[in-house]
């Protein structure tokens, strides 16, 4: 084996996909893995304050063990202090992440963060090689940082995470806008990215800001925003948001860092629970559309706008949809009008509520697709057909990344002709994502069946004690152990139908084996997966028992294309 110092390339590409606590341990292993190791960690620097003291200013929280809490709190040995120290190390961040914790305002917390105010404008100032700042939380933003983001020679684009609509720190600066304090808004032209939560109208019925004036006033203070992502989940009681009746908002960190969306360029906006009050003007004549690049919707639903703004999307190429849908409805009304609108995807995404081919069709610069429908116990989950599977390849001939449903057939077997369909199809595929259903339906059908059995075992016991009270018999009735017979049979046919139903290691087998078997070996796809499983569900109180059971069955299986003809399929479980 060669030393490490012989292959620093090598090293290079593992440490380039390693977290922060792996490249931290790196550094200390010897002096190629430190120089190798040390620009990517400080490429992206996470100050964090350790406790609500106002004592630490800190990143990475592995830099401290947790057995030795006074080198924890040990200033010298802060990221900050290690920044502001080394010219070196602040000339390699490009990204400076501010994060707030939860309940990080304590009593020292003006004075505090007017030092900290200085500080952090002067550490701006001294990395000349930063591009992307990061606010997380309703951190307030002062005067001195955003005057040293405008001073500097990179022009660092300001990212604003997690924020509140109308509610900033009382202190001399406020950085949300907040129409009804009837304060004067500052425009921040140099925000980027927005990530802010809008409560319904009915939540303050004292100051009754509706939703347009919002927007307005967004769009006025922010006029270069490229990613708006607003929230406005209702506050209600469902078996999601907690016990309390307040929401749990754990996913608004989730925007990713223009440097790595080459595939999604330009303007992004991001809806979750937004409902169309009397803003519909705003959307259709008053929104950006012509610079709106990526859209996505959900998980909660934004009743109404798909089927207000369809025809006003021009240049869209990426469109998510992730919504929890209801039992009722398969598909959402305005969707295959939406899609059908405009023809410059290139991602498509719908969870929970899918389009129909035909208007997926309308796309044929599509290079990544993924349609997954909810699996319900009282009917049958839509998957493509044949003429689908082949209407798509036809109509979208670049796709490069696909995920969709498969079936299995009532006996627990493969559906070979659709399996066979899409292996002699999409011959530009790199990735590849089956979801196969758990065979709900079939559950619910099986303890219908003990249900029922244990009532007529009931019945038949209560007429059998009734009869030897009565006549002081033993006879027994045959026709009745014929029926036992038969409903016991019923019961284990469907528990077996559903125990097939399962992915299995041995299924997984099958399934890579037709299918690589089938598709011709000079295709770019040498690997696919399998899974079962679902997480966009949303129930009001219990769960019901197919949920929990579906959480106990769900499985991942990686399958890897053989070398050789004469080899089998590999399968990995994730």
């Known amino acids: 084996m060669k030393r490490p110092e012989e292959i620093p390339y090598v090293w290079d590409l593992i440490f380039r996909a390693s977290p922060p606590e792996v490249l931290k341990i790196a550094c200390e292993v010897c002096k190629l893995f430190n120089d190798l190791a040390t620009p990517l960690l400080y490429r992206s620097a996470i100050l964090r304050r350790s406790g609500t003291t106002g004592e630490n200013w800190d990143v990475l929280p592995i830099d401290f063990e947790e057995e030795d809490p ?336 498969i079936n299995s057939n009532m006996d627990g077997t493969w559906p070979d002709p659709i399996i066979d369909s899409l292996a002699t199809r999409f011959h530009n595929l790199n990735q590849f994502f089956i979801h196969v259903e758990l065979g709900i339906r079939r559950m619910e059908l099986e303890w219908q069946l003990r249900f029922q059995l244990g009532r007529q075992l009931n019945q038949r016991t209560k007429q059998d004690l009734r009869a030897q009270f009565d006549n002081y018999s033993d006879d027994s009735d045959d026709s009745m152990c014929e029926m036992d017979a038969a409903d016991t049979q019923d019961y284990d046919e469907c528990r077996d139908a559903w125990n097939a139903s399962v992915l299995t290691r041995s299924k997984a087998q099958d399934f890579g084996e037709r299918f690589f078997g089938r598709r011709h070996e000079s295709l770019a796809l040498k690997k696919m997966t399998l899974r079962t499983g679902e997480t966009l569900r949303q129930f009001s109180g219990q769960l019901p028992d197919y949920a929990l059971d579906e959480d106990h069955h769900q499985r991942v299986f990686e399958i890897c294309a053989p070398s050789d003809k004469s080899v089998e399929v590999v399968v990995k479980e994730l």
Not at 210 to 225: K, M, S, V
Not at 237 to 252: A, C, H, K
Not at 374 to 397: G, K
């Open 70 to 405: 006074v080198k924890a709190r040990d200033v010298e040995s802060s990221l900050f202090n290690r920044l502001c120290g080394s010219e070196k190390l602040r000339a390699r961040t490009r990204e400076l992440i501010v994060v707030k914790e939860e309940g990080d305002w304590g009593p020292r917390w003006i004075n505090d963060y007017s030092i900290f105010d200085s500080l952090l404008a002067g550490l701006v100032e001294g990395m000349p090689n930063l591009s992307n700042v990061y606010f997380e939380g309703d951190w307030p933003v002062s005067n001195e940082v955003v005057i040293a983001l405008g001073k500097h020679g990179k022009s660092p684009r300001l990212h604003l995470l997690n924020r509140e609509y109308g509610r900033e720190p009382r202190r001399r600066t406020c950085f949300m806008p907040a129409p009804y304090r009837k304060r004067k808004t500052i425009v921040r032209p140099i925000v980027r990215t927005l990530d802010i939560r809008v409560t319904h109208l009915d939540h303050y019925p004292e100051t009754h800001v509706g939703h347009d004036t919002i927007l307005r006033e967004l769009f006025h203070a922010y006029p270069n925003l490229e990613d708006l992502r607003i929230w406005a989940i209702p506050y209600q009681r469902t078996g999601i948001t907690g016990s309390d009746g307040m929401p749990v908002l754990s996913n608004f960190l989730n925007f990713v860092s223009p440097e790595n969306t080459s595939d999604v360029p330009g303007s992004m906006l991001s809806l979750n629970g937004y409902v169309l009050w009397h803003d519909v003007s705003f959307w259709r004549e008053q929104f950006p559309w012509h610079k709106l690049r990526s859209l996505s919707l959900g998980p909660y639903e934004c009743p109404r706008f798909l089927e207000s703004v369809g025809s006003c999307v021009q240049n869209l190429t990426s469109f998510t949809i992730t919504q929890f849908c209801k039992r009722t409805a398969m598909t959402h009304a305005g969707l295959d009008a939406f899609l059908s609108s405009f023809s410059t995807l290139e991602r498509l995404t719908a969870k929970g509520y899918v389009p129909s081919v035909q208007a997926v069709a309308h796309h044929p610069h599509l290079k990544h697709l993924c349609l997954h429908a909810i699996e319900y116990p009282d009917r049958e989950r839509p998957t493509l057909s044949l003429a689908e599977i082949e209407l798509l390849d036809q109509s979208c001939p670049n796709v490069i990344s696909l995920d969709i449903d």
